[in-house]
């Protein structure tokens, strides 16, 4: 029996339906189609068949259904559970972790459903998060990308390699909205806008789970980090969150509704607490919202150990009370920490848990398998002739090189410096990440290969030019935080001076981002800078790449060096892909997905921000603006913002066009802005549409996006983008924190990016 999803959207009623873009052929950012319902299932039958074998079941065989066991693959955290297999073989295991590959999950398949009473099969679940051996961008370096097909596909890549290998399930997409990058998980996310980050979301969850989950090269995807762990404080990993209901509703949950409504198939609980609750037990969280108001079908996972952990954020006296906790407040599933397996039949013998909650949970779990059709056949995602054929082949490494280069940003380029010309003799490459195969790909890099797969930039250059230019390399500097030697700067001197331009490679070591990898600088770590400034008295063009996981101070290199490329840890091709834009064979396109300060002490820094009584004016000099919201001696605005991104040609915008001033509740308006390219380069351009409302019952952002379109522009030629703006797009939660729009006055922006915009205004009416 197949079980099919619907396809999957890409608005939803938090975030307000997407102002569609409508533009000539070639948009690359088309959303995907709409659907409301979760699953298409014959649920007679499935439940049928659930019912029947549930009764057959012990409370402790349900009990095992409900944990998630460390297997004997890669280990992501410090648990191990060495008896999983006797657990299994006594049918007390629902799900594996951290077990992969076609023989290794077929054997422990075959024990599942050979050696058992029942024969339940495992789900077997891995963290893929931008890509399982093919190794693609970052996840805040694909939403830099703006391309949703673009991140789809590396979702699909992602899916068709994982499943092959046996597994089902993906612990990805993180949904966390952050707006601090002090964070290292800022990586792994879409960065700091709610609308941006709920498109980028829904693009990859349909990658994983396609139309139909039965089908063998798609995987169950899942949605974390459940609820607010992106606004940890202090930018600290694990640390507390406290925010409004307002600001929960607003912000936080909008990523989370839209994923429910596409049916993702699993959530996960995040680490921190919520207002003084932590979201593993957080019973408003998981059930009153999921559960009830949402709808929610699928199963919830907690993260890994947080059952557990409940008795260290002193919410809990003993793991036995934590499992209770969690579990009653709807966590289903416990991973790793056994909790559940340990406590839960003795809580029901004493009350404390109800055994129709149990079977509720277990249900679920038991659906999700029934929909991947492993009581149909158990064996048939582990297929050891299609991974061979599948992992690593030559279309999903092209594929990740494309997702490569679309995710580059080119923040700086003063004088054409690049591209690189094709005149050139010699180059200099410098720099600790110019030849770093374990760092380009970046954090949370799953099963990906860090000693002979990944590409260097070293090697994409190489490969690119040949013997017909000379490639000068030199270390020079080291990322590590202590380095304070100028040991390596003399080779690193040696090589620019021999050489007619410098590139530069620098950043962070893809240990310094990710998961517990906060940091309380942005600069550059190491002797870097040190040694960007002593090159820089050369007098030659420097071009600095980046390799990093987060927004960066970069006011010594923005006012310095001549061009500089954020390539973020671009995977596994990323050294092909980095040669491609600096050589000019690909014309950068990326636009930023979070605003760059120009120190720690901005954050939070953000283009959403709401105004005040006393608002800065950043026209007129810091010194004039007494009594405003500003600081002493630092601009308001970031260094970078949100939705910068330069080309290596020109786009103008013409004026834009109404189709009325006026919008009738209810109704829509269309917005139309000619837009050209008027540069010798074909090019991809994302213009982008904000929106404001100037009075609410409740203050408004000065400026939300609502819209965006990507599109090739061949030299000279010109394209109409029209946006269709609804009553939908213009709600939010009031005062009374109601959902909707308020009638009044509104204005319309749209340009190349969050501070280059131009404006119109129009007006919500009653009808």
């Known amino acids: 029996m197949k079980t099919k999803l619907l396809p999957l959207i890409i608005s ?34 499935m439940d049928a068949f659930i019912s029947d074998l549930m009764a057959k079941m012990t409370l402790k065989e349900k009990i095992g259904q409900l944990d998630l066991q460390a297997g004997n693959g890669v280990l992501t955290g410090s648990y191990r559970n ?22 290794r999950t077929r054997a422990l398949q075959k024990i599942a459903v050979e050696e058992t009473r029942l024969g339940i099969p495992l789900i077997f679940g891995y963290d893929v998060i931008h890509g399982h051996r093919t190794i693609f961008p970052i996840s805040l370096g694909e939403a830099a990308s703006w391309d949703l097909q673009a991140i789809q596909k590396s979702a699909r890549v992602s899916a068709e390699e994982a499943s092959a290998e046996g597994l089902h399930w993906t612990f990805a997409p993180m949904v966390d909205v952050s707006r601090d990058p002090r964070w290292g998980r800022i990586s792994e996310g879409a960065g700091e806008d709610v609308y941006l980050g709920t498109q980028v979301a829904l693009a990859r969850v ?95 996972v907690t993260d890994y150990t947080a059952v ?36 839960l039949e003795a809580s029901v013998t004493e009350n404390k848990v109800n055994i129709a909650t149990i079977d509720k949970s277990v249900r679920r779990i038991l659906e999700m398998k029934y929909r991947l059709g492993l009581f149909e056949d158990p064996y048939r995602y582990s297929d050891l002739s299609r991974e061979k054929k599948v992992v690593l082949s030559q279309e999903n490494l092209l594929a990740a090189q494309d997702v490569a280069r679309k995710s580059m940003v080119l923040l700086k380029n003063d004088k ?122 050369l007098n030659k063009p420097i071009v600095l790449v980046l390799m990093n996981g987060r927004p960066l101070s970069l006011n010594w290199a923005n006012d310095n060096v001549d061009a500089i490329l954020e390539t973020w840890f671009s995977g596994t091709m990323g050294g092909h892909a980095i040669a491609d834009v600096l050589l000019g064979d690909y014309n950068p396109s990326g636009k930023l997905p979070v605003s760059f300060p120009r120190n720690v002490g901005q954050i939070p820094v953000y283009h959403s ?33 949100f939705g910068h991104g330069l080309s290596y040609s020109s786009f103008d915008y013409g004026e ?61 030629e010109s394209k109409v983008i029209t946006f269709t703006i609804t009553e939908q ?39």
């Not at 459940?226 to 600001?247: H, I, K, Q, W």
Request: charged share 20%; net charge neutral; aromatic share 8%.
């Open 82 to 103: 060495k008896d999983y297999v006797k657990q299994i073989k006594a049918g007390h295991v629902g799900a594996v972790f951290n077990t992969l590959g076609a023989n």
């Open 416 to 537: 054409q410096t690049l591209p690189l010309s094709h005149t050139l003799n010699s180059i200099a490459l410098i720099g600790p990440l110019a030849n770093s195969k374990a760092d380009i790909i970046g954090s949370w890099a799953g099963a990906g290969d860090r000693k002979t797969q990944p590409v260097t930039v070293l090697e994409g250059l190489k490969a690119k030019l040949g013997k017909d230019v000379k490639i000068n390399f030199a270390k020079g500097a080291s990322y590590n935080y202590q380095s304070n030697s100028n040991k390596g700067f003399g080779a690193a001197m040696v090589a620019a001076k021999k050489s007619e331009v410098i590139v530069v490679v620098m950043g962070e070591s893809q240990k310094m981002t990710g998961e517990a990898s906060s940091r309380t600088s942005l600069t550059l770590p190491g002797n870097q800078l040190a040694l960007l400034k002593e090159l820089k008295k």
């Open 206 to 300: 349909k990658g994983f789970q396609g139309d139909d989950l039965s089908k063998t090269d798609t995987i169950m995807a899942t949605a974390k980090h459940y609820a607010v762990y992106g606004a940890a404080e202090g930018g600290r990993d694990y640390n507390s969150t406290d925010v409004s209901e307002r600001t929960l509703r607003s912000i936080h949950l909008p990523p989370f509704k839209a994923l429910v409504d596409a049916g993702v198939a699993t959530f996960m609980t995040a680490f921190n607490d919520l207002n003084g609750v932590p979201a593993t037990a957080n019973k408003y969280l998981l059930d009153e919202i999921l559960r009830k108001e949402w709808g929610f079908e699928g199963f919830v």
């Open 308 to 343: 557990e952990e409940l008795v260290k954020h002193g919410f809990a006296k003993d793991s036995k009370h934590a499992a209770e906790l969690a579990f009653n407040a709807g966590a289903d599933m416990d991973m790793v920490g056994q909790n559940y397996f340990k406590h």
């Open 12 to 45: 939803c009623a938090l975030v307000g339906s997407s102002a569609h873009a409508q533009s000539l052929p070639n948009q690359s950012s088309a959303p995907i189609s709409v659907a409301e319902t979760i699953w298409q299932d014959d649920s007679k039958v």
């Open 656 to 716: 834009i066009k109404l189709s009325s001033d006026t919008m009738t509740m209810g109704g829509s308006i269309e917005a139309s802005v000619k837009v050209t390219n008027t540069g010798q380069y074909d090019g991809e351009e994302v213009v982008q549409l904000y929106i404001q409302d100037l009075v609410g019952s409740a203050t408004r952002p000065v400026k939300e996006l609502k819209g965006f379109d990507k599109s090739m522009f061949k030299k000279g």
């Open 609 to 641: 921000m709401k105004s005040t009584g006393r608002p800065f004016n950043p026209s007129i000099p810091l010194k004039k603006q007494n009594y405003t919201s500003r600081y002493e001696n630092l601009e308001n605005t970031p260094l970078y913002a």
């Open 729 to 767: 797009d213009l709600a939010f939660y009031r005062q009374d924190m109601s959902f909707g729009a308020e009638a009044g006055e509104f204005k319309l922006f749209i340009g190349t990016a969050s501070d280059n915009t131009q404006s119109k205004s129009f007006s919500l009416v009653e009808k």
